[in-house]
């Protein structure tokens, strides 16, 4: 029963909330990361990642995807994600979910979920991914790869997901998202002329170190971002776990010898024929100036500031209406929600009631006929035990009737005979006693004898042995 309203309750949250995430495991048989490969130079996925414990993801919302994800089911944390910067949003309240294809591809499920909807119902769960109870008390932070912060309101809960996530300390995570932050939206947006041209790609190596024996903890973080559009460019950054405040700077290439051998992040390594040194040069220069914590000039000509001021002007003018719209279409889904959810609440009370109704039924009218069955199944058997029980009582009158009987003839017929035989026993025994007193007397005379024979035998020896031994041999003639 609850396993069935749970299923009811996470496809009307698919069918009715505009906010439920989804992603789907990509198989092995397709070209890339699918409608993910949009988060790519040319549509391209890195090349090198080849173990069979990687997996590629592509992480969806609303049916539409938000980003893309390599996920190491040994190391039990991703290896990079693939985003584009979209314009930044306050951040959402963390809401962690979980991809159950990973663990168990046949369960049905095809979308991204929270892990405490699924309980029981995905087998395997947490043998190919991480779970939240692993960083449990483990004094590590889910920390993004793709940070919430470079996402706007829609795509932000897409990346709570433990697909995109990786053991961090506290203190490393913050510096982490505000380092990648500032780059970002410093260095690297204002330096590439057609920003929905910038792909980055934000990755972890892992270590032998592991979070309560299952999840690795990164040895360094990485980002690698590439600017395709015309005086295109290509960077890459490296912060390692044991200093937070660190962030190196280096080209695509030396990034990738850093990771597995024959790794090629970025198709044809981002136009690198084609880039422009200056524009690596002044993106290479703000990343200096994040680093020394001065504040970076985000513009290179007047024309650019003159852009930045008529987009500011526009967007102060257009605020009130895109505010009042957000308001409206909010209050649209909220009562088309609280709507659904009215109905929800009619419909489980109606059919609770009458399942409840017909179940009572059905249970009042088993346990009559069972009630009923069971006393007409009585009747003879109680019947027959009480006729049983009568007869083996008159069979143990008899017995006894018998018995006692038997114990009253007895002592007189013992007597008499015992009384009958005390004459005989006597009268018999006589000659056997006189015998036997003829036989001790006999034998004690015959003692005597036998003694006075032996005496006088033994004297005759001692007075033949003293004659010989002093009596001279040659008088023994005479």
Not at 158 to 170: E, F, Q, R, W
Request: hydrophobic residues 40%.
């Amino acid at each position: 029963e609850w396993t069935m309203k749970t299923s009811i309750v996470f496809l009307l949250c698919i069918s009715v909330f505009p906010g439920f995430s989804q992603g789907r495991v990509v198989r092995e048989d397709e070209t890339g990361f699918a409608e993910c490969n949009v988060f790519f130079p040319g549509q391209v996925p890195p090349e090198g990642f080849t173990e069979p414990f990687h997996v590629k993801i592509c992480q969806q919302y609303n049916k539409e995807p938000r980003f893309a994800t390599l996920y190491s089911t040994k190391d039990k944390i991703p290896l990079y994600s693939a985003f584009k910067f979209t314009k930044p949003a306050q951040s959402e309240e963390e809401n962690w979910l979980v991809e159950p294809q990973i663990d168990d591809p046949e369960n049905g499920l095809h979308e991204m979920v929270h892990e405490a909807d699924i309980g029981g119902t995905v087998a395997n769960l947490g043998a190919n991914q991480a779970l939240t109870s692993d960083y449990v008390g483990s004094g590590y932070e889910r920390g993004l790869l793709n940070p919430s912060v470079l996402n706007e309101e829609d795509f932000q809960v897409a990346t709570y997901t433990l697909t995109n996530a990786v053991p961090l300390s506290p203190a490393l995570s913050k510096s982490w998202h505000r380092d990648i932050g500032k780059v970002v939206e410093q260095a690297l947006i204002p330096h590439c002329c057609k920003m929905d041209h910038l792909y980055l790609l934000a990755g972890a190596i892992p270590s032998s170190v592991r979070v309560k024996g299952k999840v690795s903890v990164p040895e360094s973080l990485w980002l690698a971002a590439c600017c395709d559009a015309p005086e295109g460019w290509s960077l890459g950054l490296v912060k390692k776990i044991s200093d937070e405040n660190s962030l190196a700077d280096l080209t695509v290439r030396e990034l990738e010898k850093h990771l597995l051998p024959g790794v090629h992040l970025f198709k044809g390594n981002c136009g690198k024929d084609k880039q422009s040194q200056e524009k690596r040069e002044a993106v290479l220069q703000a990343v200096s100036q994040i680093r020394s914590g001065e504040q970076v000039e985000t513009s290179d000509n007047q024309e650019t500031k003159d852009s930045g001021w008529v987009r500011r002007v526009a967007g102060i003018i257009a605020t009130p209406f895109i505010k009042l719209l957000e308001l409206l279409i909010y209050i649209f889904v909220e009562l088309v929600k609280f709507v659904f959810y009215f109905l929800w609440l009619v419909v489980k009370r109606v059919v609770g009631t009458v399942l409840d109704g017909v179940y009572s039924l059905w249970n009042g009218m088993v346990s009559y006929l069972k009630a009923v069955s069971m006393v007409l199944i009585s009747i003879p058997y109680d019947l027959g035990r009480v006729i049983i029980n009568i007869f083996l009582g008159f069979l143990q009158i008899v017995r006894d009737v018998m018995s006692l009987t038997y114990r009253i003839l007895s002592i007189p017929v013992g007597f008499v005979l015992h009384l009958a035989a005390f004459p005989y026993h006597s009268i018999c025994a006589i000659p056997s006693v006189l015998k036997d007193m003829a036989t001790g007397i006999g034998g004690t005379f015959s003692l005597v004898i036998d003694a006075t024979a032996a005496v006088l035998h033994g004297f005759y020896y001692l007075a033949g042995h003293i004659v010989k031994r002093f009596v001279p041999k040659g008088s023994s003639d005479d």
